[in-house]
């Protein structure tokens, strides 16, 4: 049996090279977050903090309903994430683990969804929200994205390898019903999985930014990201508020993933194992 290497000095300079690569864009958002906008396009620019990161929260305070942007992106991530945690796990479960006809064949359609770029269901979205009245409204966000193939594919995958078919078997004889095997004997299995799909489906709604452009439509109502964006402008961005703002709206996301990467990366390397 071979003994594995440890890797030589060029590896690990091109892997550092990479993380710098990777880190450099998130580090220069925090700094510049704390500068004036005329030293930002110094040359060199600014490589330490600064002094004026309360000018910039007094600018960028001023400039958008921040905390209210803030809120409702937490808002709808949260409700993103509960709603895909529900319906991905039901919907996984079924395919796994119920028979009934056309299982397969509809697991492809759903599969086949993922093939359809998002952006060519932005104006159909849009026409459905304004014909229920729902534009400029949080629902707008988190309803359609309540279910996604990918989740659904990670649930079916984690129930396949972690849930037994005894178990379920023993759970109906028992008299339990088909929500109670599902509530109490799967759900529990699939806390891993569960844990990874969360984290996936909450760091992409935060992110999101073309869905609240097509359905909203007051400063006050809109996410995060596209707050950001309304501060820009050709002539005047105040970019040391736009930094500090960016650099707010990242900590949530950082502190989330430095925390969850290894179940992210575990989570996802099991759903791949059986199909």
């Known amino acids: 049996m071979r003994e594995?290497?440890?890797?030589?000095?060029?590896?690990?300079?091109?892997?550092?090279a990479g993380a710098l690569l990777v880190l450099a864009p998130f580090y220069f958002t925090?700094?510049?977050?704390?500068?004036?906008?005329?030293?930002?396009?110094?040359?060199?620019?600014?490589?330490?903090?600064g002094d004026a990161?309360?000018?910039?929260?007094?600018?960028?305070?001023?400039?958008?309903p921040f905390w209210r942007n803030l809120s409702i992106s937490l808002y709808v991530a949260l409700a993103t994430t509960v709603l895909n945690l529900l319906f991905c796990s039901a919907a996984g479960y079924a395919f796994a683990l119920l028979q009934f006809r056309g299982r397969e064949k509809?697991?492809?359609?759903?599969?086949?969804?993922?093939?359809?770029?998002s952006f060519l269901n932005m104006i159909p979205s849009f026409m459905v929200m304004q014909w229920l009245g729902w534009l400029d409204q949080p629902r707008a966000l988190y309803i359609p994205a309540a279910c996604g193939?990918?989740?659904v594919f990670l649930m079916r995958q984690a129930a396949l390898q972690s849930v037994p078919r005894e178990l379920l078997s023993a759970a109906r004889?028992?008299?339990?019903?088909?929500?109670?095997v599902f509530w109490s004997v799967v759900?529990?299995?699939?806390?891993?999985?569960?844990?990874?799909l969360a984290l996936i489906t909450f760091i992409a709604s935060w992110n999101n930014f073309m869905a609240p452009l097509v359905v909203m439509r007051a400063v006050e109502n809109y996410t995060l990201p596209l707050a950001l964006?309304?501060?820009?402008?050709?002539?005047?961005?105040?970019?040391?508020?736009?930094?500090?703002?960016?650099?707010?709206?990242?900590?949530?996301?950082?502190?989330?993933?430095?925390?969850?990467?290894?179940k992210l990366v575990a989570g996802m390397a099991a759903g791949a194992v059986k199909g």
């Open 229 to 262: 964006r309304a501060m820009q402008s050709p002539n005047n961005t105040e970019w040391g508020a736009l930094m500090l703002g960016s650099a707010l709206a990242l900590l949530p996301l950082l502190v989330v993933y430095l925390f969850s990467a290894r």
């Open 106 to 117: 509809l697991f492809g359609l759903v599969l086949a969804t993922m093939m359809v770029p």
């Open 173 to 180: 004889m028992d008299g339990a019903s088909e929500w109670r």
């Open 53 to 64: 990161a309360a000018q910039n929260l007094d600018l960028l305070l001023g400039s958008i």
């Open 149 to 151: 193939a990918l989740g």
């Open 4 to 16: 594995a290497r440890s890797p030589s000095w060029g590896a690990w300079l091109v892997l550092g």
């Open 187 to 196: 759900l529990p299995l699939l806390r891993p999985a569960l844990g990874t």
């Open 30 to 49: 925090f700094v510049f977050g704390t500068h004036q906008r005329s030293s930002i396009f110094n040359i060199p620019p600014p490589l330490w903090f």
